[in-house]
């Protein structure tokens, strides 16, 4: 049963408001549990969802498996975009050899935001004034209830709604076992979606997508110095 904080809109309330209003909702997918359950909730609702997903690292085969999987799954295209933690990550030199700084400094790499990533989307779909949601959740973290209690589910200026606010887990689960909706690789490797160049996400890739592993490498070329800091971690 979905949480409540006194004030605040329940999600479902807030799916059926957009669903009355008849216009597509953009949703930040990033093919976790949270944003699963979101679409599969705009979907029960009847709201026309367009899903739109940011990659860390080009090219990652299982990442553009598990996007064409829900593609056919749901029978929606994913707009595919570069994630702002890429161009972070290259800006800021992570896991670069000193060769490449220079080159990546004079590329001059624009540093955009989440809300710059779903204006690109609302323009190429022509819905300029379309609601952007998300799956957060309050219960997910302390931090996030905060979040929640003081900004809301829904933030105007920003045309931005966490969907499924309220939900607990067992919600999560329960919406993903009644459509039959599989989880992704990631939850068998990492624990949760692929979302870092730390230990906790290299060395289970290294293990199971030798391949990706090595197509990280190709952009993050000193990834694998991971391994050594984990070696010589007490």
Known sequence: MPITIDGIT???QIREQLAAEGK?????F???KDS???WLAMREAGITVVPYHLYLVPGMRFVDEGLKFYEDFFDTRIVNLPHPTLYRWLNNFVFQPPHRCAIIEAAQL???NYEDMAQLVREDFDLPQAWNADGVRAADSPHRRMAMVTHGPSREHLRRV???WDWRIADVRAALARHRCPLPPDYQWFGRSFDGLDYRFIKPLMDHAPDDYARLLE???LAD???FRRDLTP
């Open 10 to 12: 329940p999600s479902q």
């Open 225 to 227: 110095l991971e391994m």
């Open 30 to 32: 990033s093919r976790g």
């Open 110 to 112: 624009p540093v955009p």
């Open 219 to 221: 952009w993050f070329p």
């Open 24 to 28: 597509p909702v953009l949703l930040g």
């Open 36 to 38: 699963l359950a979101a």
């Open 162 to 164: 966490s969907i499924v």
